[in-house]
């Protein structure tokens, strides 16, 4: 079973920068696409960046040029570097992992617990 660990996140003020940490485990020869979501107060859920097993990304058009998403594959980890920060970026950020490929490996989606970021104006 798959399941993700985030780590990361805190308080900084707008301009700053933070990294969240994503780590993965339970793979089992599953190929991977890793997606960060964010969640304001009393908002839905919305769509940040992915990083897709062949290393392709893509970002939401409001974080594109400031967020950074990547990945180690010897940590088996998968960040988001979030820089020129701004009010409007604070929410609970989660990470997200579908699996897919070998058979075994259609499991549905595994999410993170969920970190704070919060940019002080």
């Known amino acids: 079973q798959v399941q993700l660990v985030q780590s990361g996140g805190g308080s900084v003020q707008a301009g700053g920068s933070l990294r969240l940490s994503c780590e993965v485990s339970g793979l089992k020869d599953c190929k991977v696409d890793v997606h960060w979501y964010l969640q304001a107060p009393g908002k839905e859920r919305e769509f940040v960046s992915v990083?897709?097993?062949?290393?392709?990304?893509s970002y939401a058009h409001s974080v594109k040029d400031r967020f950074i998403i990547s990945r180690d594959h010897t940590k088996n980890t998968v960040y988001l570097q979030m820089n020129s920060l701004k009010p409007e970026d604070t929410a609970m950020y989660y990470c997200?992992?579908?699996?897919?490929?070998?058979?075994?490996?259609?499991?549905?989606?595994?999410w993170g617990q969920g970190t704070q970021v919060t940019v002080s104006s």
């Open positions: 990083l897709e097993n062949d290393g392709s990304t």
């Open positions: 997200k992992a579908r699996t897919y490929g070998n058979a075994w490996c259609y499991q549905g989606d595994a």
